[in-house]
T-cell receptor, first 112, second 112 residues
């Protein structure tokens, strides 16, 4: 059974701090790993990673994948209150369009 | 935002009644997915479609059926709703099998 584990489950930091969110996985026939941000609505896409060691960046957010150790991290620098959300990690695996296996998410709260 | 709509957005129904949720896309994407999101479980795949009339089961398909008669529409049916199917249901689409998925706004279903 495919498994995706995120840590920590919740995190409270102050505005301006840097945070690192973790995602480890055990899946058969890995294809890609995706990060989403979810506020009180639908998840919105952040990054997709398919190759090991390549960093994806968008502004203050960045992510890297380690296919050997089977994990990914999502970094957020200079956090803002608008970064408060649940961050979801998902893995696509299998032989076809089998959908995504999601972790339970990290609930990030940024205090002013 | 990707052109995905879901209807209805909210529904309250009674145990034993049939319920159909609709997902409509204007992106002409081949792949469509239904997920449910519950506290403590995260997002879980119910069914997915890889083309018109081509569907398959996901992780939590028991009690659900789907149909896709047109590229743009993917229907999720609960033949006889149960309280355990109270959840938020998200539809997602993707252009390719290994590609980011974009989510619809969600349907909050309550089964009394």
């Amino acid at each position: 059974e495919d498994k995706v584990v995120q840590s920590p489950l919740s995190l409270v930091v102050h505005e301006g701090d840097t945070v690192t969110l973790n995602c480890s996985y055990e899946v058969t026939n890995f294809r890609s790993l995706l990060w989403y941000k979810q506020e009180k609505k639908a998840p919105t896409f952040l990054f997709m990673l398919t190759s090991s060691g390549i960093e994806k960046k968008s502004g203050r957010l960045s992510s890297i994948l380690d296919k050997k150790e089977l994990f990914s991290i999502l970094n957020i620098t200079a956090t803002q209150t608008g970064d408060s959300a649940v961050y979801l990690c998902a893995v696509e695996a299998g032989g076809g369009a089998d959908g995504l296996t999601f972790g339970k998410g990290t609930h990030l709260i940024i205090q002013p | 935002d990707a052109g995905i709509t879901q209807s209805p957005r909210h529904k309250v129904t009674e145990t034993g009644t049939p319920v159909t949720l609709r997902c409509h896309q204007t992106e002409n994407h081949r792949y469509m997915y239904w997920y449910r999101q519950d506290p403590g479980h995260g997002l879980r795949l119910i069914h997915y479609s890889y083309g018109v009339k081509d569907t398959d089961k996901g992780e939590v398909s028991d009690g659900y059926s789907v149909s896709r008669s047109k590229t743009e529409d993917f229907l999720l049916t609960l033949e006889s709703a149960t309280s355990s199917q109270t959840s938020v249901y998200f539809c997602a689409i993707s252009e390719l099998s290994v590609n980011e998925q974009f989510f619809g706004p969600g349907t909050r279903l309550t089964v009394l």
